[in-house]
């Protein structure tokens, strides 16, 4: 079964300065895809970056970035100049046949 | 734009209570989905969709049930709410598609936050 990890349940940033989210997974499928998602306090989930597994560069969309190690299996989520607005929960998730498989989640304070 | 529209963003209901969640797409996606969100937990999936009339047991489907007669609409139902269902819910909806960036995107609602007293 495929299974999303977050290990940092909270983290605190200071405005103007980057941020790296934690995400590991385990797959047996050759060919997969990972989400990141921001879900701010009025409860919508925002999408914010895709990687695909055969993907030969790092994903990119504004101030995120992906830092895809294969090898490692890691899918970590840099979010560079951080802004008061960035403040949320950060759900890391995989493609499956059944929608997507989440992991726990980050909750990321944004500190004036 | 994908529009993902659920009927209730708070909901109060009495335990007992048979309660419905209504979920509708704009998109002619076959796939839908409802998840479950706590504390903790992250999203959890209940049920799914894959096309009209057809559903599949998610992780959690215990207490729940679920309707798609038409395609653009997915509902929830709960039937005999109990207080361990207070919780968001959130629906979604993709493109069937076995890959690349389009077969893989959910698109969700806003999420519906009920409380079961």
């Known amino acids: 079964a495929q299974k999303i990890t977050q290990t940092q349940p909270g983290m605190f940033v200071q405005e103007k300065e980057a941020v790296t989210l934690d995400c590991t997974y385990d797959?047996?499928?050759?060919?997969?895809?990972l989400f990141w998602y921001k879900q701010p306090s009025s409860g919508e989930m925002i999408f914010l970056i895709y990687?695909?597994?055969?993907?030969?560069q790092n994903a990119t969309e504004g101030r995120y970035s992906l830092n895809f190690q294969k090898a490692r299996k890691s899918a970590n989520l840099v979010i560079s100049a951080s802004q008061l607005g960035d403040s949320a929960m950060y759900f890391c998730?995989?493609?499956?046949?059944?929608?997507?498989?989440f992991g726990a989640g980050t909750r990321l304070t944004v500190k004036p | 734009d994908v529009k993902v529209t659920q009927s209730s963003r708070y909901l109060v209901k009495r335990t007992g209570e048979k309660v419905f969640l209504e979920c509708v797409q704009d998109m002619d996606h076959e796939n839908m989905f409802w998840y479950r969100q706590d504390p903790g937990l992250g999203l959890r999936l209940i049920y799914f969709s894959y096309d009209v009339k057809m559903k599949e047991k998610g992780d959690i489907p215990e207490g729940y049930s679920v309707s798609r007669e038409k395609k653009e609409r997915f509902s929830l139902i709960l039937e005999s709410a109990s207080t361990n269902q207070t919780s968001m819910y959130l629906c979604?909806?993709?493109?069937?598609?076995?890959?690349?960036?389009?077969?893989?995107?959910?698109?969700f609602g806003e999420g519906s936050w009920l409380t079961v007293v």
């Open positions: 998730a995989m493609r499956e046949v059944r929608g997507m498989r």
């Open positions: 990687q695909g597994s055969y993907d030969q």
């Open positions: 979604a909806s993709r493109l069937s598609g076995t890959g690349g960036f389009g077969g893989n995107t959910i698109y």
């Open positions: 797959t047996s499928d050759p060919s997969y895809g």
